[in-house]
């Protein structure tokens, strides 16, 4: 491997863990912000009831 790969290489690693933990970090306020599905304070109830059942997440 020539030196221009193995950079490329590490580049391209590091881009994609950096992409990673923004990714963990960015979803769920993505996902409370838009109105999709996450319990618990801010976003929906943990426990749902639904004619004679109750569904707790």
């Known amino acids: ?3 221009i790969r ?3 290489i590490v ?3 590091v881009g ?3 992409f990673s933990v ?3 970090v960015f ?3 993505g996902f409370n912000f838009f109105g999709y ?3 618990g304070k801010g976003g929906l109830p ?3 009831s639904y004619g004679d059942r109750v569904y707790i997440a």
């Open 6 to 8: 193995k950079s490329t």
């Open 11 to 13: 580049l391209g690693t």
């Open 16 to 18: 994609f863990i950096l």
């Open 27 to 29: 979803l769920p306020w």
């Open 1 to 3: 491997m020539s030196t």
């Open 22 to 24: 923004l990714l963990l």
């Open 37 to 39: 599905a996450l319990p």
């Open 46 to 48: 943990c426990r749902v």
